[in-house]
């Protein structure tokens, strides 16, 4: 699985942990919801500001975002 994947895989499950919709990730980060699919899907190469906005709104660091077995 590629970087962008795994971190899309990780934003995913964490964000349903949360019980958060796409649109509420969406709501919290300021970003749109169709980005934070793209994200989801890996298809999406965000910057590292957005790495960092997503970090603090899931309440994790930005290195657990790239671990493989996030689960």
């Not at 964490?14 to 990730?25: D, F, H, I, N, Y």
């Not at 980060?29 to 960092?52: A, K, Q």
């Amino acid at each position: 699985m590629n970087l962008n994947k795994t971190f899309g895989m990780n934003i995913k499950l964490l964000r349903e942990k949360e019980g958060w919709s796409q649109e509420e990730l969406a709501d919290r980060t300021g970003l749109h919801r169709t980005y934070i699919s793209g994200i989801e899907r890996g298809v999406r190469n965000p910057t590292l500001m957005i790495i960092e906005k997503i970090s603090i709104t899931l309440k994790v660091s930005p290195e657990d975002l790239f671990k493989k077995d996030n689960k």
